[in-house]
């Protein structure tokens, strides 16, 4: 191999991930729901854009109450998906393609339907009512404390069989697992490991910081038994073989990272959400926004990749399912669409980490506008509306804070063709069809030569052509301009400079010494430049990225 193309660490830092949710990427057999079949009649489009490693939200058999993310049997495909056949034929189909496949792992929590829970709540007496979290209520019929969930209501639900109250960090149906009890965690590591028997790539792990919780001192976000849960787990899974595990956590910060992914840390890379944050209302959580502003939103960036820049590796996304359309949060979704989808894409890919491709991204799809909450699927939105009325939300607040932020913006169907079922069902889908699938859909995009499709395939394969992409340090400069991002990646001799209109206005400025000089233009969304120098204009949304 050629100086430019040898890679060198793990095959994860040159990869680039694509989240799929499973219920709204393609339905193989037109019941209105995705399914694994209809994944992998779509594999080539993935293969085609070039990506190592498919994150699959959860697959396992589901009432389907959080769509997923309530697991009622750990080793079995839900029914509506397919079966564990479909699975493997799914896992060979993307190796065939080098693609691999990485599982939501999903062990803060069971669905209240597994066979464990029902145990559990029968009696007091078998080993499963340990497996979960049990306290006594408070005279007067109270629960135990005042915590709430997640999803709207108090965290606690009484169980007159055992007369105790569960824990339910986020629904009912969703109770909290006691990663106290040693039996637990057994069954846990057995059910990893019969996974990663069956060939997968690795894990993604829901809200893993909360697995370490102390739920009498109320110590919840990165609970005290986190580090000794997460070194038992990779010693009795995947330490030690070729795997990738990503934490998901909301509450690791810029302090903590290190004990995830440090050298004694149990885990590759973390999803954080400082960004991600920045807009949310303490009172009404994410239905109520403040404005990010493009500084607000680069300097987030800025901090993590500094504490990142040498030791340590990055997730870096800007959406996912619990997430709005970035088009719709970050770009424009109207005149500068297809342009801001590009530029966000620069940015996100010319950093230093693993990029993750939600579905519909690389089209630039956007969010979707719901005039009731009837349209909504959610149990998010169904679980706080109540809650939020009585605290004083008006409706309409509502409504506008779920269009903007609500977690069905990203779960809408993937829009393949302008096709009545936009080409994922023949039948009717389980959530509305964005009606803009008439014209932005991944056959008209493909089409398109200056298509977002087109640009996000050119990003993904200049990572596995300049090891500068993905290994390189990271150095941001012109910090305090309020609309452009600009950095420089240092790998060796060769030096990557990266500037992003973050915003729809031309912007005027004078290039910092340190980016200035002629370069190579790996990619643009405009026409390519030569060099940099003096006072520069850059048009809205316009991204590039020039090596020397
Ligand atoms: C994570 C998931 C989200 C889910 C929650 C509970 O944040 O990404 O979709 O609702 O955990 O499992
Ligand atoms: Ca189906």
């Known amino acids: 191999m050629t100086e430019t193309t040898q890679q060198r660490g793990p095959w994860w830092k040159h990869a680039v991930g694509y989240q799929i949710y499973p219920r709204s990427f393609a339905d193989g057999n ?41 697991i009622s049997d750990y080793q079995a495909i839900h029914p509506e998906y397919g079966t564990l056949n479909d699975f493997e ?81 986020f ?56 580090w000794d849960h997460l070194a038992e787990m990779a010693k009795a899974t995947f330490h030690g073989r070729d795997l990738v595990t990503i934490g998901e956590s909301w509450a690791v910060s810029r302090e903590s990272i ?17 960004h991600v944050k920045l807009g949310w209302d303490t009172r009404f959580h994410k239905f109520k926004l403040r404005e990010v502003t493009p500084l607000m939103l680069k300097r987030e960036f800025i901090a993590w990749q500094t504490t990142l820049r040498e030791e340590g ?12 359309r970035q088009v719709s949060r970050y770009g424009d979704p109207g005149a500068h669409r297809v342009t801001s989808a590009k530029a966000l894409a620069t940015m996100l890919h010319m950093m230093r980490g693993t990029p993750f491709v939600y579905q519909g991204e690389e089209i630039g799809m956007t969010n979707f506008r719901a005039s009731g909450i009837d349209q909504l699927r959610d149990v998010e939105v169904h679980g706080q509306y109540d809650q939020f009325m009585k605290a004083g939300l ?27 079922g936009a080409g994922f069902t023949s039948a009717d889908p389980w ?42 340090g990271f150095q941001a400069h012109l910090e305090n301009h309020p609309a452009i991002f600009a950095f420089t990646r240092g790998h060796r001799a060769q030096r990557l400079s990266v500037m992003v209109n973050l915003t729809g206005e031309e912007q005027t400025f004078t290039v910092p010494d340190a980016m200035a000089g002629s370069g190579n233009c790996l990619i643009s969304t405009h026409a390519p430049r030569r060099g940099l120098q003096g006072e ?13």
Do not use: C
Not at 442 to 454: K, S
């Open 394 to 420: 008006s409706h309409e607040e509502f409504m506008a804070g779920v269009n903007l932020n609500g977690r069905d913006n990203a779960r809408t169907p993937m829009q393949w063709d302008d096709s009545e």
């Open 171 to 226: 629904s009912p149906g969703q109770p909290d697992l006691n990663w106290m009890n040693p039996g637990l965690r057994a069954e846990i590591f057995a059910m990893m490991n019969w996974w990663i028997e069956r060939g997968i790539a690795g894990f993604r792990m829901d809200v893993i910081d909360l697995i370490g919780k102390d739920v009498d001192r109320d110590l919840f976000d990165e609970g005290p038994y986190i």
């Open 30 to 70: 037109g019941d209105g729901v995705g399914d694994l079949p209809g994944i992998i009649g779509r594999l080539d489009h993935l293969a085609d854009l070039g990506i190592g490693f498919i994150w699959l939200s959860p697959v396992y058999a589901s009432p389907q109450r959080d769509n997923g993310y309530d």
């Open 313 to 324: 590796w990055d997730a870096l996304f800007l959406s996912n399912h619990d997430l709005p």
């Open 258 to 274: 290190m004990r995830y992914i440090g050298e004694d840390g149990a885990l590759d890379m973390m999803f954080h959400f400082d």
């Open 89 to 169: 034929t799914l896992v060979e189909e993307a190796r065939a393609r080098g693609i691999g496949i990485v599982m939501d792992l999903v062990v803060n929590h069971s669905s209240d339907e597994h066979a464990w829970f029902r145990a559990a709540a029968a009696s007091r007496e078998g080993p499963e009512h340990e497996y979960y979290i049990w306290r006594d209520g408070r005279p007067g019929g109270l629960p135990p404390t005042d915590r709430m969930a997640i999803f709207g209501g108090p965290a606690w639900t009484y169980v007159e069989a055992v007369d105790r109250w569960y824990l339910h960090t």
């Open 536 to 548: 520069i204009t850059m048009a809205p949304w316009e991204a590039f990225a020039l090596l020397r």
């Open 431 to 472: 959530l509305g069809l964005n009606p803009n699938h008439t014209e932005l859909n991944v056959a008209a995009d493909r089409r398109d030569p200056e298509g977002v499709f087109e640009y996000y395939r050119k990003l993904i394969a200049l990572r596995g052509a300049h090891p500068v992409i993905a290994e390189g």
